[in-house]
């Protein structure tokens, strides 16, 4: 099946510092990636949608400012989380949809568990 | 906006009983689409149903997509320990790009 990676697994950083997130596509092209947020024991929020060369769709109530996502390939997109604060701990995971095999379907990362200390 | 609801939220069986958890859709739905996330893990596509009034089958589980495309379920037959985790639902709209609106899950937890 599709493979989509995700890294880092896991990550610790200062108040106030910025958090890149990467997820990269391996075997397919990825023309939409999604991120999502999940809190323990809740389900995924999608955060914002991004699609190959153009700007990020974000869902209401998501700072485009703090949550900063670049899809310039269509097997890479990153997130950045821009001056971190404790409140921005959570589990971050990506989709991503390519537009011939699996279409349709979303094929996740394994996550990213970001601590904000 | 669309809207998914998921029940139950919690599901605690015996193993070798069997378990349902339930979606319902706000909107008409283009396919549903269910995934396991095993605690810990991230989730894992199960399989998508496209057709009004689908059942599909794998193994022990069996899928269904109601008749008006907006509301589905997840059936297990038979539960073993290795079916412990969070199963979530998501539903995608008409929209182009296919964006999935997830249910709240439901977190299964079978004891031997």
Redesign the interface.
């Known amino acids: 099946g599709a493979v989509v990676s995700q890294h880092p697994s896991w990550v610790i950083c200062k108040s106030g510092t910025s958090v890149k997130i990467e997820c990269r596509s391996l075997d397919f092209q990825a023309t939409t990636m999604f991120w999502y947020r999940q809190f323990p024991k809740q389900s995924l929020m999608l955060m914002a949608t991004s699609n190959e060369g153009s700007k990020a769709t974000y869902e209401q109530g998501v700072e485009k400012d703090k949550f900063l996502i670049n899809h310039a390939s269509l097997t890479l997109s990153t997130l950045t989380v821009t001056s971190a604060h404790p409140e921005d701990s959570s589990f971050y995971i990506c989709s991503a949809r390519g537009g011939g095999q699996g279409k349709g379907k979303a094929f996740f990362g394994q996550g990213t568990r970001l601590t904000v200390v | 906006?669309q809207q998914v609801m998921q029940i139950p939220q919690y599901q605690h069986v015996q193993e070798g009983e069997d378990f349902t958890t339930y979606c319902n859709s706000s909107t008409t739905l283009s396919?549903i689409?269910w995934?396991k996330q095993r605690p810990g893990?991230?989730?894992?596509?199960l399989i998508?149903l496209?057709k009004s009034g689908e059942v599909k089958k794998q193994k022990r589980l069996t899928f269904q997509f109601g008749e008006a495309k907006k509301n589905s379920s997840l059936h297990i037959t038979a539960t073993q320990t290795t079916d412990v985790g969070t199963y979530?639902c998501?539903g995608?709209g008409g929209t182009s790009?296919?964006?999935?609106?997830?249910?709240?899950?439901t977190?299964l937890t079978v004891h031997p």
Do not use: D, M, R, W
């Open positions: 906006g396919n689409q995934y893990g991230h989730p894992v596509f998508q496209v979530f998501a995608a790009y296919g964006k999935l609106t997830f249910g709240q899950g977190i």
